[in-house]
């Protein structure tokens, strides 16, 4: 019902027209059928959607993140607890696409990718819950060192019972964002006894090559060996995490 004494607005008929007798609502090809104001109304859909320019980036981006968390996943499998997790596949791209942002790959400066580092590859358990050892890392021409401390097993692990070895591995693995086909993987094992004798300090040392565009990952993943050398399997004593992560 109109009200009284007000005009009702002019209809652009190029753009919108009234429905008459066949009421429609939904779409049709390129027609959208609605109620407005207790009319029955029909518009045309635009021919094309104009994207901003951050809608533009996001999309670039989340693109880059899903090829390199796929191929970052692809050189960290071996020490990944569930790598056909398909939640875990994408909230690792989830969080590359986050520390990108609306960033130009190509002109991103050298960075520590903040929104990487501590990334759990296992939702159900914290690498930090596990293992309390204050690791320094630190990269020297073409090698990333992982440094430990001397340490004593039964006082920086988080062990099930029946314990008897700790595997603690190191996975490093790199892709190029502007380079598509360049690689990098390079993995090493500590079998640390789980005990309360004092282990000396150490370091590890892994290959790390880098060209321009390079993403880096370390990844720290244990495994809690039983006797006869049967790992525990059961979901909370399988922490995997990024210690460490450059951009170069």
Not at 32 to 39: A, D, K, L, N, P
Not at 91 to 110: E, K, Q, T, Y
Not at 118 to 147: H, M, V, W, Y
Not at 198 to 208: D, E, H
Request: glycine content about 6%; some cysteine.
């Amino acid at each position: 019902m109109k009200e009284a004494g007000r005009k009702p607005e002019p209809l652009n008929f190029i753009n919108m027209a009234v429905q008459t007798e066949i009421y429609l609502n939904g779409k049709l090809n390129n027609l959208v059928f609605y109620t407005s104001g207790g009319q029955k109304l029909v518009r045309t859909m635009p021919e094309r959607l104009n994207q901003t320019s951050n809608t533009q980036a996001r999309s670039r981006n989340f693109g880059l993140a899903a090829t390199a968390g796929r191929i970052l996943r692809s050189h960290l499998e071996g020490v990944l607890p569930f790598p056909k997790d398909k939640k875990m596949q994408s909230l690792f791209s989830g969080a590359i696409s986050r520390w990108l942002g609306l960033s130009d790959a190509a002109s991103l400066p050298p960075q520590t990718p903040e929104a990487l580092n501590g990334f759990s590859f296992n939702q159900k358990i914290a690498f930090g819950e596990r293992c309390r050892i204050p690791f320094t890392i630190s990269k020297q021409a073409d090698e990333l060192q992982i440094a430990l401390p001397e340490l004593i097993p039964a006082g920086v692990f988080a062990a099930p019972v029946a314990t008897q070895e700790v595997q603690l591995s190191f996975s490093l693995a790199g892709c190029g964002l502007l380079q598509a086909g360049f690689r990098n993987a390079a993995a090493k094992q500590l079998v640390i006894p789980y005990n309360d004798q004092l282990q000396p300090a150490q370091t590890v040392t892994l290959p790390a090559i880098t060209e321009e565009g390079t993403l880096l990952v370390l990844v720290a993943a244990i495994r809690f060996m039983k006797e006869q050398g049967k790992p525990d399997t059961r979901e909370e004593f399988l922490p995997a995490a990024i210690l460490w992560s450059a951009y170069y």
